[in-house]
């Protein structure tokens, strides 16, 4: 007993001190937690993560968090950064099956790798300074190799073919960065419960990384208090978005497979997060079972709603909400406990299909030619199914059109000519001015800066398809400027294909919509998608060849500085009128050379010309001979010695 | 120590005295040497050369896994029964389909492409077009033609390719595999169906895995068109496509238009075919690797599945070899010889076991045979051939099983093998980050396990051309004296210009012998059809009328012309051998087999050649022997002669009028390859041997 009151004591200490905070303050920060579930058309579940952190307005001095994360915090003052946006994302988005036109995944589909992008609030000069400093913060607070965007070459100024138009925005991707869990655990951290408590508890690693879709993502942005003295708020916004593929025994391939939280996650949800204003589990259901059901006034046809024929829920939703083609199921885990965990539950009874709503045009982008001189780049639109049910379409002197805004970035290994783009409609060659409405180049300095391509097309809506391609010459890079696994070939980061007259929301109509989520569906996004990343192989030298390479070095060192030397010190023509005056001497150069060498063992000054015998000089000839026999012979018989002993 | 300081100083003692002559540096020493020496050193060298070739199956090492990240054989297989019963069950499907229905239209690609898509794949169809390699002059090494749609395509005759690509579950798809089955949709096939039963197999199992870094892609390619124009089509269409409008895509029913789909860079492909029963008691796998212009895919490629097919799977491998060789007794002597020399040398030392049985060195040398042709011919031998156009390793893998095609029994235990194979190749190539690069690209196969690399088989090649710089100066320095001492001007002295009329003629010949490479284009525009014999008769009394215009216009150029025009032949032979050389040292770099079995032929034609009319004139046995040796060289040196023998040697006897008309087949899939041979045969080869036909019948 005794010790259950002593560990009762702190958790009720806490609770008076997080209450008197509460009312304390007059605009208290906010922490919020949600999870959204949505089986996809291919048999598969998305799981959103989505947890939001609101530090309101506040003085700068002094400035003290009780939820808010303070690194955050002190990222944005330092850096003083307006918005940015850093996501790490492992697989590939597939627009084809889960959808391309809804909030979810115009925000959620990121390109392979990290992505950051970021407004800063300082003046045009500091931006890149702020830029180079954010990257090195975020990489130390991630875990992550972020830093890499620091260098020139690899991140863009994009001016408004990123869909946020300021001068101040700075933007970078790293294809090649693996995620994994140490990215995970950082960005956890920063969550008021961590994965201790709450829905985040359900992020069990494995099962979390075994998806096909992973990204992680965390978006931050400062509003304005408009007030004098007080400094900004900032809304942290984190989500996780994991695409699982629920484990099924049913061999029946049309039946979607049924799932629930711990099979999908293998952990149950036991109680909200304590700190959490709101902690909710929604789950959608897209396509045809939304139409169904019209008027969900009474008690039966409600329950009817998460109990038919098609399918049964486990748990009761709270609450019910429609959207034109999608049915919203709410859930509060807050009644959950240790004794009864929430385990929501989706079991299917009969086969059903439906699909999600694609963007009006499916971009996909490869890489043209062969061979390790040049290239092309070519970006292929086609129209896809619900094009042409999608509203947005722009009419414009009696032409209606869709806009869309591609945005590249190109290495400087991969040198662009821009003259040689060429724009197909429908496989009809179209001039610039007919399609090309807007246009902006950044051209690649070599190892100083990335190129940068910013295109608005503007399409005939009954497009069916249109082929962009710019040809390129594949550069040479410094040795020491190879990464590693060069081998592999060079990443060309996701071009970007947004649509800036269609604009993707979900509105639910529900007037209480507090949620911080469904209030961020219910904003207009703008439709978004990042295309495949490309692999460029460029030339690599032979790098497991050191040896060759000092080999040839050092001979070409020796044949240089031999013949420099050669002609420093030799003189010709002094050689020559030497060799004149010998043979005018005409004496015995053997002779001389013994009385030299005489001299010299003696030390004495060269002795004239002594008349040797003959005889005795073939003698000392023949013995130094001998001599070197035998030295030869020994060296011989010790090699072979050496060598057979081995 | 003493001794060496005396040494030394007796050295400096020396070059401090300098000797009264002037002595020339010791490079240039042996230099002279050799040149003075230059008839023994070449018949030395050539010899040597020639055994040094003789002697690489002794030289072959065993080949061994040089990227250690492709661990083959490492990871269980993961293959279930399910699986192989889906394969089953493609292949039963078009058994049946073929018992009720008659080959028309793509009810075969469409029923294959169901069964991918079943399995989760993203299925596409492709159209192409039959036609293919057309010669054109310019496009000799331009690289694979993007843009070549034909205008006026015809709906009469077009292949339909059906290919499945499988996204790696949590891969960037970045690059891909491709796995490519062709498939008779017309025809059918018993052994064909095999194959696709093993690719279903393999792709049912590839549909579920988690361990896919790669994107998979399976080509089922419409082999009645040929295997490999269905290949490079594809290809075509996926490295370099035309967005213009194409009239091939309202042909037929299939709507292809804007559905192809890609899978980013291709790091490695293997092409599978089932062919024929095996002669053996084990199935037998035959690599074939030879692609264009004699390039190889990298040898860890072969190592692997060397590896898995003879480790795991028990197949029994090999790669082509020279069946006539097999029974060669003068091989077979030698063989014998080099057996006894490794055994005499083993017991001397132990160690010095290099020493081959005589058995082993016969099928070495006829596998290095067939490796040394295939390359030379520069003809890709399967459709593998089209991959390595676009920098992609690959292979083809011909399985013959051991039982009928209609054997129910056998069937699944060969799907289960053949699949295992192909799983545990694509998932070595999966686990590599970086393309191959870590192994040799440079060899020459001696068995699917035993490899020459570049640095051993140059130096027969090395040996066999050192003679010709050596006896182009000593031939230049003799010609230079004779004709100083045959000219009294004495503006003619003049040393440096004395090889300048002969580069003339050498010129003129290599001009005649380009134009001649570029004729068959031209023939080929001739309107009417002609029957192949009837355009070499063609090409033949072109060219002869051409080398005839060459002798009338150019004045010394000719052999019939009057002495004293002539120029003088040792130097004409010196600048013939430096041609030759350049050449020969060129077309290495280019194809490396082409330039040793062209060494073969023209070194020694080059140093025999010599004046028959003064051998003739001495009647010495000597000289005689050496104008017949050189005549029986010039004749089978004649790229035609040379043909038939080699013909002959195959085992195919061709004789008369129809050697012509085989030899411009020959020639014309040459070009049509785009082989480097071609070239070499117009531009190197048959000027050198115009010119030793020159020297032949000079008037000296």
Redesign the interface.
């Known amino acids: 007993m005794a010790s259950l009151i002593r560990s009762w004591i702190p958790l009720l200490i806490l609770q008076s001190f997080l209450v008197a905070i509460a009312f304390g303050s007059k605009e208290a920060e906010e922490f919020s937690e949600a999870l959204l579930l949505k089986p996809l058309p291919d048999r598969k579940v998305l799981a959103h993560f989505h947890f939001e952190n609101r530090a309101p307005p506040s003085n700068s001095h002094g400035r003290h968090h009780h939820l808010f994360p303070k690194a955050i915090s002190q990222l944005v003052q330092k850096f003083r950064v307006k918005e940015m946006e850093l996501s790490f994302t492992?697989?590939?988005w597939?627009h084809e099956h889960w959808g391309g036109f809804d909030p979810l995944s115009s925000m959620n589909a990121k390109p392979?790798?990290v992505e950051l992008w970021a407004v800063f609030d300082v003046p045009q000069s500091q931006v890149d300074t702020s830029w180079k400093n954010l990257t090195h913060a975020l990489s130390g607070l991630f875990c992550a190799s972020i830093n890499f965007l620091e260098s020139s070459t690899s991140y863009a100024a994009p001016t408004w073919g990123f869909g946020t138009n300021s001068d101040k925005l700075r933007y970078g991707s790293l294809?090649r960065e693996a995620v994994c869990t140490e990215n995970l655990t950082p960005w956890l951290k920063l969550l008021p419960c961590r994965d201790k408590d709450g829905i985040s508890a359900l992020m069990n690693r494995p099962s979390v990384y075994?998806?096909?879709y992973?990204s992680q993502r965390l978006h931050l942005s400062t509003v304005e208090s408009g007030q004098e003295g007080l400094g900004s708020g900032i809304v942290l916004e984190q989500t996780l978005t994991v695409v699982l593929q629920p484990e099924t025994t049913s061999v029946e391939?049309n039946m979607q497979p049924s799932w629930s939280l711990s099979s999908l996650f293998g952990r149950k949800v036991v109680g909200s997060c304590v700190l959490a204003k709101s902690s909710n589990v929604y789950l959608q259901l897209e396509g045809r079972l939304g139409h169904e059901s019209k008027n969900v006034d009474t008690e039966i046809e409600a329950h009817k709603l998460w109990k038919n024929a098609d399918f049964d829920l486990s748990l009761k939703p709270d609450r019910v909400l429609r959207e034109s083609s999608s049915l919203l199921f709410i859930f509060d885990i807050d009644k959950s406990s240790d004794s009864e965990p929430f385990d929501l539950g989706l079991t299917w009874k009969l086969p059903s299909k439906w699909s999600c709503q694609q963007a009006p045009l499916q971009a996909?982008r490869?890489?043209?030619?062969?061979?390790?001189e040049r290239g092309a780049i070519?970006i292929?639109l086609?129209a896809t199914e619900s094009q042409e049910k999608l509203p947005g379409r722009v009419v414009t002197d009696g032409r209606c059109t869709i806009k869309a805004n591609i945005f590249q970035i190109f290495p400087w290994y991969v040198k662009v000519y821009y003259h040689t783009l060429?724009i197909?409609v429908d496989?009809?060659?179209k001039t610039d001015c007919e399609v090309l409405k807007k246009i902006n180049v950044s051209p690649s300095t070599d190892k100083v800066s990335s190129g940068m391509l910013e295109m608005m097309l503007e399409l005939p809506c009954e497009v069916?398809?249109a082929?962009i391609?710019i040809e390129y010459d594949k550069g040479f890079l410094h040795i020491d400027e190879y990464p590693p696994?060069?081998?592999?070939?060079f990443?060309i980061p996701s071009a970007l294909i947004s649509f800036p007259s269609h604009h993707a929301s979900l509105d639910f109509q529900e007037e209480l919509s507090k949620s911080p989520l469904l209030s961020s569906f219910k904003e207009k996004s703008l439709v978004r998608s990042y295309t495949?990343?490309?692999?460029v192989?460029l030339t690599?030298p032979d790098f497991?060849m050191p040896y060759n390479v000092i080999t040839i070095t050092c001979t070409i060192f020796a044949l240089y500085f031999g013949s420099l030397l050669n002609v420093l010190r030799r003189r010709i023509g002094e050689?020559?009128r030497?060799?004149k005056s010998?043979?005018g001497k005409k004496t015995f150069?053997l002779k001389?050379?013994l009385s030299?060498?005489t001299a010299?063992?003696r030390g004495r000054p060269i002795e004239p010309p002594s008349s040797d015998s003959p005889a005795a000089q073939s003698s000392f000839l023949s013995s130094k001979l001998i001599?070197k026999i035998i030295l030869v012979a020994g060296a011989a018989a010790a090699w072979q010695y050496f060598s057979?002993d081995n | 120590m003493a001794s060496e300081k005396r040494d030394k100083e007796e050295e400096e003692v020396k070059t401090d005295d300098g000797s009264p002559k002037i002595k020339p540096r010791p490079i240039v020493q042996l230099g002279i040497f050799l040149v003075a020496h230059s008839p023994v050193f070449s018949v030395v060298f050539s010899a040597a050369g020639v055994l040094a070739l003789l002697i690489l199956p002794l030289l072959a090492k065993n080949t061994y896994i040089s990227e250690n990240a492709l661990m083959p054989g490492s990871a269980r297989s993961m293959l279930s029964n399910r699986d192989v019963s889906d394969g089953s069950k493609l292949v039963k499907d078009i058994k049946n389909y073929w018992l009720n229905h008659e080959g028309q239209g793509v009810e075969v690609q469409k029923l294959i492409g169901k069964y991918m898509s079943d399995m989760g794949a993203e299925v596409y169809y492709q159209k192409f077009h039959p036609e293919g390699n057309q010669f054109h002059p310019l496009h000799f090494f331009s690289g694979p033609d993007s843009y070549t749609l034909l205008d006026n395509v015809s709906c009469a005759s077009y292949g339909v390719n059906v290919a499945g690509i499988i996204r790696a579950p949590r891969g960037d798809g970045k690059e891909s595999i491709v796995l490519v089955t062709p498939y008779d949709f017309i025809n059918g096939g018993d052994y064909e169906a095999l194959s696709l039963g093993i690719t279903s197999t393999l792709f049912s199992l590839l549909a579920r895995v988690t361990w896919l870094s790669k994107d998979i892609i399976w080509l089922v390619t419409d082999s009645r068109y040929g295997d490999y124009r269905p290949v490079a089509a594809w290809l075509t269409e996926y490295h370099s496509p035309s967005f213009k409008v194409s009239d091939l895509l309202k042909c037929g029913e299939l709507n292809t238009a804007d559905t192809f789909r890609r899978a980013g860079t291709v790091a490695a492909a293997l092409v599978l075919k089932v062919d024929g029963r095996s002669e053996r008691f084990e199935d037998t796998l035959s690599i074939y690797a030879e692609a264009s212009n004699g390039q190889m895919p990298n040898l860890d490629l072969i190592n692997v599945v060397n590896y898995l097919a003879v480790h795991r799977q028990g197949f029994y491998v090999k790669v082509e070899k020279v069946v006539s060789l097999l029974s060669s007794s003068w091989l077979k002597i030698i063989g014998e010889i080099f057996e006894a020399v490794g055994k005499l040398a083993r017991t001397l030392n132990p160690d010095w076991n290099f020493g081959i049985p005589a058995a082993d060195y016969l099928e070495g040398s006829a596998t290095l045979a067939s490796s040394l042709y295939s390359q030379a011919l520069g003809i890709p031998t399967g459709p593998h051939g089209a991959f390595r156009d676009y920098q992609v390793d690959a292979i083809t893998l011909k399985i013959s099983p051991r039982f009928p095609p209609d054997s129910k029994t056998r069937q699944h235990d060969f799907f289960l093998r053949g699949a295992r194979l192909l799983e545990g190749t694509i998932r070595s190539v999966n686990n590599l980050l970086e393309k191959f690069h870590q192994s040799f690209f440079l060899y020459l196969l001696t068995s699917p396990s035993k490899f020459i690399s570049v640095g051993v088989y140059m130096i027969a090649f090395a040996l066999l051309v050192a003679p010709l710089p050596m006896v182009a100066a000593s031939l230049y320095i003799e010609g230079c004296k004779a004709l100083t001492k045959s000219t009294d001007n004495p503006t003619e002295n003049l040393k440096s210009w004395k090889w300048l009329d002969a580069a003339k003629q050498v010129f003129a010949l290599h001009l005649l012998g380009f134009i001649v490479t570029l004729l068959p284009y031209f023939i080929c525009q001739v309107p009417g059809q002609h029957s192949p014999r009837n355009r070499s008769i063609m090409w033949g009394t072109t060219s002869s009328s051409l080398l005839l215009i060459t002798f009338a216009i150019i004045p010394g150029c000719s052999p019939f012309s009057s002495r004293h025009h002539g120029t003088n032949w040792a130097v004409l032979k010196s600048v013939t051998i430096s041609a030759a050389f350049i050449g020969l040292c060129l077309m290495s770099i280019i194809n490396f087999a082409t330039a040793e079995i062209g060494a073969l032929l023209l070194v020694p034609t080059c140093l025999m050649a010599q004046p028959i009319k003064p051998a003739l004139r001495s009647r010495r046995i000597k000289s005689l022997l050496g104008a017949f040796c050189s005549m029986v060289l010039l004749t089978i040196g004649f790229p035609v002669m040379f043909f038939a023998i080699s013909k002959g040697l195959f085992g195919e006897a061709v004789v008369g009028l129809s050697l012509g008309g085989e030899f411009w087949t020959w020639l014309e899939s040459l070009w049509a390859w785009k082989s480097a041979t071609y070239l070499y045969i117009g531009m190197v080869h048959l000027p050198c041997w115009l010119l030793c036909l020159c020297i032949l019948f000079h008037p000296s």
């Open positions: 492992q697989g590939r597939n392979v790798g294809p075994r998806g096909f992973h391939t996909t490869f890489l043209m030619g062969s061979g390790n070519a292929l086609k060429q197909f496989q009809q060659q069916k398809s082929a391609s696994d060069a081998n592999q070939g990443d495949e990343v490309l692999l192989p690599t497991s050689e020559e030497f060799l010998q043979a150069g001389q050379l030299r060498l010299k063992i001599f057979t």
